[in-house]
């Protein structure tokens, strides 16, 4: 079943798809502070889900920029997704284009499973090792890659690290925010998936 849903998989709104989850849910936003100036940036992922819903913690090891915006309101506290215990669990656990930060995506993981509550679900984007821009820089020996990834992932990999530590995906997509009439005809090379998982029963 799921190979079928990942031989079909789609071009996804990732907004939409993870307002859709978190509408009037409990959330957690793990590394919620973002690559930019967080509030003035149109695709800061936590402004998305402070919009449906007003249950959301949000964490990250960035300290400074966790401080500026508890000054202006937000629910934030400075933790470490690999270690953190924060006493409480979550209908929803979203981890926007973190995975690929982590030492560890497997302790990652499991910390995380122990924050979800009986129905939760994790949902987590990240770069396509397969994505067309990423090709297309190796092939002209330019890579464009973010100096702070340890890694890179593809359907196939993240799959089996999902397997690893009992994990199913409920729905697996892509995305990108440029090329979208390519990318509507080839999904694949998109240079971002995203997938909602929920630990096995």
């Not at 401080?67 to 215990?85: H, P, Q, T, W």
């Not at 122990?114 to 020996?141: C, E, P, W």
Request: glycine share 4%; proline share 3%.
């Amino acid at each position: 079943m799921y190979r079928k849903k990942m031989e079909k998989a789609e071009l996804v709104d990732r907004i939409k798809l993870i307002q859709r989850y978190c509408k009037g849910k409990k959330v957690l936003d793990v590394g919620c502070v973002g690559h930019t100036v967080p509030y003035e940036h149109p695709l800061w992922l936590h402004k998305y889900i402070r919009e449906v819903t007003d249950q959301v913690l949000g964490i990250d090891i960035e300290a400074e920029k966790v401080k500026e915006l508890r000054e202006k309101g937000y629910n934030m506290i400075v933790a470490d997704a690999l270690s953190c215990d924060l006493g409480e669990k979550f209908d929803v656990i979203v981890a926007g284009q973190v995975i690929e930060h982590l030492d560890n995506p497997g302790i990652f993981l499991e910390n995380m499973k122990r924050h979800l509550s009986d129905d939760g679900v994790m949902i987590i984007s990240t770069d396509n090792a397969h994505g067309a821009m990423f090709i297309k820089d190796y092939l002209i020996q330019r890579p464009n890659i973010n100096p702070q990834h340890c890694m890179f992932f593809s359907r196939e990999t993240i799959t089996e690290l999902l397997r690893r530590h009992q994990l199913e995906i409920v729905e697996f997509y892509y995305y990108d925010d440029a090329w979208k009439w390519f990318f509507r005809i080839f999904p694949q090379f998109a240079s971002n998936f995203i997938f909602v998982c929920r630990p096995k029963r």
